[in-house]
Nanobody, 124 residues
Framework: QVQLVESRGGLVQAGGSLRLSCAAS????????MGWFRQAPGKERDFVAA????????NYADSVKGRFTISRDNTKTTVYLQMNSLKPEDTAIYYC?????????????????WGQGTQVTVSS
């Protein structure tokens, strides 16, 4: 059983930056591909970014390409999401997820474990 704990999100102005982290425990981190998803009020949970195990391949939603970067530190069993040039439409609850396997998938049902979510609010 894997436990995922996201760092606190926050409130940031449009154009600003924020880095989220997700610490994993209770499993073999080095065998899980990791992903970030987000969910805005009244909307479905959408894919943001994913990274393979051990980390050579990444995948991004078109809406965040060039602005967000996903990375992982296998020695710290942590995955990161660096978010730059934030926009009000990036406002959502952000979730970290882990899946057994190497490939960075872009759909929620491919993931086995989820964090509790963290709120990111971007003001205009």
């Amino acid at each position: 059983q894997v436990q995922l704990v996201e760092s606190r999100g926050g409130l940031v102005q449009a154009g600003g930056s924020l880095r989220l982290s997700c610490a994993a425990s209770g499993g073999t981190f080095g065998t899980y591909a990791m992903g970030w998803f987000r969910q805005a009020p009244g909307k479905e949970r959408d894919f943001v970014a994913a990274i393979s195990w051990p980390g050579g391949s990444t995948n991004y939603a078109d809406s965040v390409k060039g602005r967000f970067t996903i990375s992982r530190d296998n020695t710290k069993t942590t995955v990161y999401l660096q978010m730059n040039s934030l926009k009000p439409e990036d406002t959502a609850i952000y979730y970290c997820a882990a899946r057994s396997g190497r490939r960075p998938k872009a759909v929620p049902y491919e993931y086995d474990y989820w964090g509790q979510g963290t709120q990111v609010t971007v003001s205009s």
